[in-house]
């Protein structure tokens, strides 16, 4: 597609469910990231990916995240268990290839944790 | 570890006029990259600039210029003529590359006519 996709746009779910957060690229690029920004604050590195493996998930904040990609392409954030200080918008990036120096960034998931 | 300061939640700037967004980083990386995002109310995260530690020269991108002082550990994002549209969150942030960028907690500008 022409720019990095998000989906669902909105997500409410009840504390305690799992959520799976969704991140279509931009077709070719082979890095992907993923942010968590929570409200009013700057974003927090979660997990990237160069091609389907990911050297860096220092930023996942609990076992209860976990990110997984296929194909090159789609990438899908899953919280398990998901908590009240979940709530945040995740965004997702994509880049032609891992140690660049530009970033697309799609438009988020608002996740809202009841 | 990096940090990325931006002092200035908010800024209001008149159409036309410039204006400057401050940003200091704290790093022990030799080597290193500055960042420009803005945010509009949309949501998306937009690159604007890029300042390597190394280059010479302060970036440019059109209206957008980044103000980079080493010795002093600042990477001040100075936009030009300011529009309407560029009333948005602004994020300054750093790396080595895009792989793992630390970002300050950003600064709100309003244009006003």
């Known amino acids: 597609g022409a720019g990095v996709s998000q989906s669902p746009s909105n997500k409410v779910t009840e504390k305690g469910k799992d959520v799976e957060l969704r991140c279509d690229p931009i077709?070719?690029?082979?890095?992907l990231y993923w942010y968590r920004q929570r409200l009013g604050q700057g974003l927090e590195f979660l997990i990237y990916?160069?091609?389907?493996?990911?050297?860096?998930k220092s930023g996942l904040p609990s076992d209860r995240f976990s990110a997984e990609r296929t194909g090159e392409s789609v990438s899908t954030l899953t919280i398990q268990r998901t908590q009240q200080e979940d709530s945040a918008v995740y965004l997702c990036?994509?880049?032609?290839?891992?140690?660049?120096?530009?970033?697309?960034f799609g438009q988020g998931t608002r996740l809202t944790v009841v | 570890a990096q940090k990325i300061t931006q002092t200035q939640p908010g800024m209001f700037v008149q159409e036309k006029e410039a204006v400057t967004l401050d940003c200091t980083y704290d790093?022990?990386?030799?080597?290193?990259?500055l960042f420009w995002y803005k945010q509009p109310s949309s949501g998306e995260m937009i690159f604007l600039i890029y300042?390597?530690?190394?280059?010479?020269q302060n970036a440019t991108e059109g209206r957008y210029s980044l103000n980079f002082q080493k010795a002093r550990k600042s990477a001040n994002l100075v936009i030009s003529a300011s529009q309407l549209g560029d009333s948005a969150m602004y994020f300054c942030?750093?790396?080595?590359?895009?792989?793992?960028?630390?970002f300050g907690t950003g600064t709100r500008l309003q244009v006003f006519p």
């Open positions: 990036a994509s880049s032609r290839t891992a140690g660049n120096t530009e970033a697309f």
């Open positions: 077709s070719g690029h082979t890095a």
């Open positions: 990916f160069q091609g389907n493996s990911a050297p860096d």
């Open positions: 790093t022990s990386d030799p080597s290193y990259g």
């Open positions: 300042q390597g530690s190394y280059d010479q």
């Open positions: 942030a750093s790396g080595y590359n895009t792989d793992k960028l630390i």
